[in-house]
């Protein structure tokens, strides 16, 4: 009963110890430490921190910190937080602990959480910029008449399945929002942009 209740006070789930460790859990997958973030998951579960809590933060981390280095850390965190939905403690901890090490395992990129962080810093300084005449759906024959989708190029019917089209509001074209990030798997994402767009996002 001692030692349960010492455990309690030491990792207060409310406390500034609980939110130091998460924060310790959080940077040490994402600075590629297994070791350390098996650690901190250790000591969560030790603490009697809730399952789906520690699934939730997996989930996110592998969208904002590997992003597309690595799509499947996605997929494997998803899973994982599906899992331990219904199975609960004690077993939970082996699944958790197999997506913990993964996600610290796996190439980083923060790419995609900057880019929608620019796209909508990008929104509160334009506010709502009218989307171009040629992407604007047109369900009926007064739309059709207006001019709403003329002159859109299917990019199926293309070459490579590609038109170099402005799909951006006219005041803000040419701009780029996603940066792929250095690692083999972006890097690709990067090549295959370039070789589409040119010199158009910089790519």
Known sequence: MEVAQQKTVLYDKKGEMHYDIVSA????????????????LARMIEGGEEVKFIAR???ILAAEDIGNANPTALVMATSAFQAVSF??????????????TYLASSPKSNASYNAINEAQAEVGRTGDLPVPM????????WMKTEGFGKGYQ???????NFIS??????????????D???????EELRK????????????
């Open 180 to 186: 792929p990030g250095n690692n083999p798997r972006e």
């Open 25 to 40: 859990f959080i940077k040490s997958i994402r600075g590629s430490d297994p070791n350390a973030a098996v650690y901190y």
């Open 57 to 59: 933060r997996l989930v």
């Open 87 to 100: 199975i609960g403690y004690p077993e939970s901890r082996i699944i958790l602990a197999q997506c913990v």
């Open 134 to 141: 040629a992407l604007r759906n047109a369900p009926t024959q």
């Open 192 to 203: 295959q942009l370039r070789g589409k767009w040119k010199e158009k996002y910089g790519y």
């Open 154 to 160: 299917y990019a199926h019917d293309h070459p490579g």
């Open 165 to 178: 089209s402005e799909f951006l509001p006219a005041a803000i074209a040419g701009t780029k929002f996603y």
